[in-house]
């Protein structure tokens, strides 16, 4: 790839059930890719706990990273 082409992009795509400090911990070595422009969707499958809650809140405290919850 050449400095004049566009960057690919891509989707990642985290499914999640009451996981939310790991899902933390998978969106922080996400968050840090480099070379690729990339959203990170968020599917939380009916979590019980505050999993939707975390993500929106390190999405809030990380506003470079496209982050999206489902």
């Known amino acids: 790839m050449t400095p004049t082409e566009p960057r690919p992009f891509v989707s990642l ?3 999640v059930y009451n996981r939310p400090r790991q899902v933390v911990d ?3 070595c996400l968050a840090v890719q480099q070379g690729v422009e990339f959203e ?3 599917v939380d499958d009916g ?3 505050d999993t939707a809650g975390v993500v929106r809140g390190f999405a ?3 506003p470079g990273t496209r982050i999206r919850v489902v």
Request: proline fraction near 0%; glycine fraction near 0%.
């Open 26 to 28: 998978c969106l922080d």
């Open 60 to 62: 809030a405290a990380n």
């Open 13 to 15: 795509v985290v499914c």
């Open 40 to 42: 990170i969707i968020v």
């Open 47 to 49: 979590s019980t706990d």
